[in-house]
């Protein structure tokens, strides 16, 4: 008798099983169940949908050769069962059956299962605040909720929206709402910065000004404390600073795994609810498998298992769930947290940990900025990617990377070779040397990558000391809290002088890179010097020339103007 | 008394070397010679100057901050001391002396060294041929060639270019006739493809029928024997098989180590004329180091030495070469062969073995070919991008990867992924699991990297059986030579109709994937069959649906259309 395979959901990781299962076994008789109607659709592409540039929502459940990946699709092609609008009830372990319902007519009956496989997913979190449930007021968990969304849109009954979340999925919305319906937005983000967690606040930062520049509000460290409505339909959005008219709401917030079932069922269920699987993504129970946003899946860099609610992540584990099922003994070798998001014209990427987390998780953590070009000067399409790398001071492990930078795949071809080299326990030594392919449309001769790797190898070796980039910004707010500190600006005269002017030339001084050797002399003995030049790289040179001279009174600001220029600090006018 | 470190070559690995040096140990006495008078320059740059997109040779000189790599640069930002049109005659390591001559005026004195840095690049191979020593037959050694290329060309005297050699420098060049002057330009290549050794036939040939598209003549497997010219000019190059018109000829076939100094020095040199370094880059006398194009470089995946003449490992091995000057015990894990260019609209990368290098260095290696979309179907950019993997059978071990696509930096993303899994020794079930960041603009949530692992994997592990593209494409151009085989185009029926009716039913079978499962009863039991999609994707499901019941006679064509169709093949018409 062939193996039945029972799979409850039906998006992302439940397909990508189902179909993997039936490849290895062929005989067995895998079917999926799912309360929803609409099922294998690409999640990440609902802000696209909603902008327009996918015009129907059925491009999100098509393949890639146009057929639609429905109940029919699935039988076809692959050979599996799906059931729509059927919902899992309860699993009955002993005798290896789920209880499901069909919404349809409220029928319920008993599937049997030789393994069963929950691919449940997550629900988009709602804040418990006043006003949460009223009309408008959307979450981004399902395409019934963007196709609802659009509708509103298109009939012309939306002006203003407001998105609560400054996360990955908020800032698309915002662009999709903005970029081509000419909506108004605002983001609100209860944390001090954009992408809290996933990037450092200096990236943030950048995007941050590029939203703004793009018309976006952003509300940073600013809570949403109630929503207004009426007649049952969203108004405002009040924050404790302000009052936000609003003809519709977005709250993307986080998820959080959808286990009831799996706890019910008597399996293991971490406290944030996550269900808890083993390498091989069997639950505590043999014959179940999990996979997808569900899952308390295994960091590799901290060893920690918690959600990790990636469409990329589910295809790589509903893949693994499948070997298993099949005899394969394929284990995941963990999560390290890669992401890249495109804003209007801008692209931001990250992979691993920031300087925060890893000092919050423990790691004798520092990081390194640079701003250097992502190919050779000469080459038109040449720009600055700022590129960051968190590593462990004590064994040089590195620890994370993210960039910045123009649309396009120049920072994503330095985020992806760096989650390789984290995924396999790569030292900052190791990024030094990774040959990253080359030729001037493409690269610079040592690559950005490797250059920011030899920066980290310098601080980490005690050749580079750095001024904090958040203390060197308030001191620029603020001459008067340090008063021992002047700027040492080693660019050209011309690109100095308006900032001699505007400081005067005893708070910024004005030595051009060339000239240090020789007028050193001229420089304070009594005073911090923060040395800065565009890209940080000048600026390493000279604090040696300085240090040699023995007027190891300075600081380097990485990054440089490169970096100060994209956070739209007041002072640059 | 400081340390006097000598560096001889003034191009990538010299400069380098002297200025992290110069950083490392800042009392140091450093001096580069070189019998040149343009130093510090980007050779990489030289196509881009010819045609004209890098406007000024110095451009190609200067720093990212605008300031031009000459002598005095070297003093005043560097504190390092530099003569040009200065050639070393001989090295005294007894003494630690090198005599150098200067060219000005034939004077000649002893420069004092404690430790001595060999960067003498390399020289163009010139055929031994007859009319090789011709005027307007040139090598792209140096600036000075470059400069006097795009003088000819600028006034007018150039119509017709004859490349011999089909490298990256040669397609390079090609690019910069025909592109932006307008020239015609033919590429002779001895061997039987382009790109010889970097990637296999597949590619190569996607990359010919481009360069064909786009104007250039590709004549491969057809070398040039002579040169013909006329008043000691060139006119003509020769091939057996024809005689081409030529204005100018580009002589791009390789370089060979300058070592005659450190041979005559008694230096340990290889058979091949490149100097011999341990992993330190310290030559066969612990006071001289080597760097660049000069030496031996031990490949990480084959573990044998041979010269690696890019720019790229130039500026690494330069580092390398200046901490253990310094006396930090840096050690060179070794190049993989990471390359990458841009063929007007297209790119082409790879990092590691091809499958004919692969198998000729004894490795037990196979290869699969993709041809996946490089970011979400839906998006607008979204291009198809061919990838290629080879591995070892035995231990599963990455080899290699090949990448084709349209010019942007997608194809960049999964070759620099690649190569740090390669540096790092992955297997494919590690590039199975790479965490590629995903965003719909940027990939799809299974990356065409891991995408094609998972298809390493299949075939690695028996579950998936490949007709060689030769095969397949030899069987199309004369199907009288395997009466035993038919084609099963698995693609919707309008796809698949000029075909059937092209090469008549019995040889061409249409059933579309969707319909496999419900009419295999259709298919013969007695022919081979070739299914064919277009990514190769639906081709290997079908196979194991065929298997399943029996009719285990086919093979998939791996790529798909995809693949036929770049390689422009007649029978596509």
């Given at each position: 008798?062939?193996?039945?395979?029972?799979?409850?959901?039906?998006?992302?990781?439940?397909?990508?099983?189902?179909?993997?299962?039936?490849?290895?076994?062929?005989?067995?008789?895998?079917?999926?169940?799912?309360?929803?109607?609409?099922?294998?659709?690409?999640?990440?592409?609902?802000?696209?949908?909603?902008?327009?540039?996918?015009?129907?929502?059925?491009?999100?459940?098509?393949?890639?050769?146009?057929?639609?990946?429905?109940?029919?699709?699935?039988?076809?092609?692959?050979?599996?069962?799906?059931?729509?609008?059927?919902?899992?009830?309860?699993?009955?372990?002993?005798?290896?059956?789920?209880?499901?319902?069909?919404?349809?007519?409220?029928?319920?009956?008993?599937?049997?299962?030789?393994?069963?496989?929950?691919?449940?997913?997550?629900?988009?979190?709602?804040?418990?605040?006043?006003?949460?449930?009223?009309?408008?007021?959307?979450?981004?968990?399902?395409?019934?909720?963007?196709?609802?969304?659009?509708?509103?849109?298109?009939?012309?009954?939306?002006?203003?929206?407001?998105?609560?979340?400054?996360?990955?999925?908020?800032?698309?919305?915002?662009?999709?709402?903005?970029?081509?319906?000419?909506?108004?937005?605002?983001?609100?983000?209860?944390?001090?910065?954009?992408?809290?967690?996933?990037?450092?606040?200096?990236?943030?930062?950048?995007?941050?000004?590029?939203?703004?520049?793009?018309?976006?509000?952003?509300?940073?460290?600013?809570?949403?404390?109630?929503?207004?409505?009426?007649?049952?339909?969203?108004?405002?959005?009040?924050?404790?600073?302000?009052?936000?008219?609003?003809?519709?709401?977005?709250?993307?917030?986080?998820?959080?795994?959808?286990?009831?079932?799996?706890?019910?069922?008597?399996?293991?269920?971490?406290?944030?609810?996550?269900?808890?699987?083993?390498?091989?993504?069997?639950?505590?129970?043999?014959?179940?498998?999990?996979?997808?946003?569900?899952?308390?899946?295994?960091n590799r860099l901290t060893g920690k298992a918690g959600i990790a609610p990636m469409g990329s992540l589910a295809n790589k584990e509903g893949r693994i769930v499948a070997d298993n099922l099949a005899g394969i003994p394929t284990r995941y070798q963990g999560w390290v947290g890669s992401?890249?998001?495109?804003?209007?014209?801008?692209?931001?990427?990250?992979?691993?940990?920031?300087?925060?987390?890893?000092?919050?998780?423990?790691?004798?953590?520092?990081?390194?900025?640079?701003?250097?070009?992502?190919?050779?000067?000469?080459?038109?399409?040449?720009?600055?990617?700022?590129?960051?790398?968190?590593?462990?001071?004590?064994?040089?492990?590195?620890?994370?990377?993210?960039?910045?930078?123009?649309?396009?795949?120049?920072?994503?071809?330095?985020?992806?070779?760096?989650?390789?080299?984290?995924?396999?326990?790569?030292?900052?030594?190791?990024?030094?040397?990774?040959?990253?392919?080359?030729?001037?449309?493409?690269?610079?001769?040592?690559?950005?990558?490797?250059?920011?790797?030899?920066?980290?190898?310098?601080?980490?070796?005690?050749?580079?000391?750095?001024?904090?980039?958040?203390?060197?910004?308030?001191?620029?707010?603020?001459?008067?809290?340090?008063?021992?500190?002047?700027?040492?600006?080693?660019?050209?005269?011309?690109?100095?002088?308006?900032?001699?002017?505007?400081?005067?030339?005893?708070?910024?001084?004005?030595?051009?890179?060339?000239?240090?050797?020789?007028?050193?002399?001229?420089?304070?003995?009594?005073?911090?010097?923060?040395?800065?030049?565009?890209?940080?790289?000048?600026?390493?040179?000279?604090?040696?020339?300085?240090?040699?001279?023995?007027?190891?009174?300075?600081?380097?600001?990485?990054?440089?103007?490169?970096?100060?220029?994209?956070?739209?600090?007041?002072?640059?006018?």
């Open positions: 008798m062939s193996k039945k395979i029972l799979i409850i959901g039906g998006v992302a990781a439940g397909p990508k099983t189902a179909c993997r299962v039936k490849r290895l076994l062929p005989d067995a008789e895998v079917t999926i169940i799912d309360q929803d109607s609409l099922i294998s659709y690409g999640g990440c592409g609902i802000p696209y949908y909603v902008s327009g540039d996918v015009s129907d929502e059925k491009e999100l459940r098509n393949t890639s050769f146009h057929l639609t990946r429905d109940e029919s699709f699935f039988a076809r092609a692959k050979g599996v069962t799906v059931s729509t609008r059927t919902r899992a009830v309860a699993v009955n372990r002993q005798e290896k059956k789920v209880l499901v319902e069909k919404l349809a007519d409220g029928s319920r009956e008993e599937l049997a299962y030789d393994q069963l496989v929950l691919a449940t997913g997550s629900s988009p979190n709602r804040l418990p605040i006043a006003g949460a449930d009223l009309e408008r007021v959307f979450t981004i968990s399902d395409l019934h909720q963007a196709i609802a969304i659009k509708e509103l849109i298109a009939k012309g009954q939306v002006g203003k929206a407001v998105i609560i979340g400054g996360g990955a999925i908020g800032i698309e919305m915002a662009e999709a709402f903005v970029d081509l319906w000419g909506l108004e937005a605002a983001i609100l983000e209860f944390m001090p910065q954009l992408l809290p967690r996933l990037v450092d606040w200096e990236f943030a930062g950048m995007l941050e000004q590029h939203l703004q520049e793009k018309g976006v509000e952003v509300f940073t460290g600013e809570g949403a404390t109630a929503i207004e409505g009426e007649d049952g339909r969203v108004r405002r959005v009040v924050t404790p600073q302000r009052t936000l008219e609003a003809d519709l709401v977005v709250m993307a917030v986080g998820v959080r795994a959808r286990s009831e079932l799996a706890r019910e069922g008597g399996l293991l269920v971490d406290p944030q609810g996550n269900i808890v699987v083993n390498d091989r993504l069997q639950t505590s129970d043999p014959n179940i498998y999990a996979a997808g946003d569900c899952i308390a899946v295994k992401f890249t998001l495109k804003a209007f014209e801008r692209c931001i990427g990250a992979t691993g940990l920031t300087l925060e987390s890893a000092l919050a998780e423990g790691f004798d953590a520092a990081a390194v900025t640079t701003a250097q070009s992502d190919r050779a000067h000469f080459f038109p399409t040449q720009a600055v990617i700022p590129l960051r790398m968190v590593f462990d001071r004590q064994n040089r492990q590195l620890l994370g990377v993210q960039g910045f930078g123009p649309m396009g795949d120049a920072v994503l071809a330095r985020i992806d070779a760096a989650a390789a080299l984290l995924q396999q326990g790569a030292t900052i030594d190791d990024v030094s040397q990774v040959e990253m392919a080359y030729a001037p449309p493409f690269a610079t001769a040592l690559d950005a990558l490797n250059a920011t790797a030899n920066v980290a190898d310098n601080l980490a070796s005690g050749r580079l000391r750095c001024v904090d980039n958040a203390v060197f910004l308030a001191w620029m707010d603020d001459f008067a809290s340090r008063p021992d500190w002047v700027a040492l600006d080693i660019r050209h005269p011309n690109e100095a002088s308006v900032l001699v002017e505007k400081f005067g030339a005893d708070k910024w001084l004005s030595i051009p890179y060339i000239e240090v050797r020789e007028r050193f002399q001229e420089l304070p003995t009594d005073k911090m010097m923060i040395i800065i030049c565009d890209a940080g790289t000048r600026s390493s040179e000279i604090q040696i020339v300085l240090d040699s001279v023995g007027l190891d009174n300075n600081l380097v600001l990485g990054g440089g103007f490169n970096l100060i220029r994209r956070l739209g600090v007041s002072w640059l006018g």
